[in-house]
């Protein structure tokens, strides 16, 4: 079992940034696929962004160019670096997890979630 949390939500005028942190706990000692997705209110959970065990990247069309997923397997935890945000970026974000299939890849899908954490972007 992995138990994550969000944090680092918040209001925000749109244009400024905001960095989400998303820690990790638990049986944390193999390799994971992590996820950022959001969903806002009447709409679809969406994924927007994406890393892989080789930390390759991957972005939706909505947020590429202004996003940033990283992780740091020291500490255990994902982050989310969103510069130039717009409000139709106002939505709940949460992270997630999924043990990579022999340790290099990711099926798309997501075993493990965080509560979320609310980004509110103002114009």
């Known amino acids: 079992q992995?138990?994550?949390v969000e944090s680092?939500?918040?209001?925000?005028?749109?244009?400024?940034?905001?960095?989400?942190?998303?820690?990790?706990?638990?049986?944390?000692?193999?390799?994971?696929c992590m996820g950022w997705f959001r969903q806002a209110p009447g709409k679809e959970r969406e994924v927007i962004a994406s890393v892989d065990p080789s930390d390759r990247t991957d972005y939706a069309d909505s947020v590429k160019g202004r996003f940033a997923i990283s992780r740091d397997n020291a500490k255990n935890t994902l982050y989310l670096?969103?510069?130039?945000?717009?409000?139709?970026?106002?939505?709940?974000?949460?992270?997630?997890?999924?043990?990579?299939?022999?340790?290099?890849?990711?099926?798309?899908?997501?075993?493990?979630?965080?509560?979320?954490?609310?980004?509110?972007?103002?114009?």
């Open 2 to 4: 992995v138990q994550l």
């Open 81 to 123: 670096q969103m510069n130039s945000l717009k409000p139709e970026d106002t939505a709940t974000y949460y992270c997630a997890a999924d043990p990579a299939i022999a340790g290099l890849y990711c099926r798309g899908h997501y075993n493990y979630w965080g509560q979320g954490t609310q980004v509110t972007v103002s114009s």
């Open 8 to 32: 680092g939500g918040g209001p925000v005028q749109a244009g400024r940034s905001l960095r989400l942190s998303c820690a990790a706990s638990g049986y944390t000692d193999r390799a994971y």
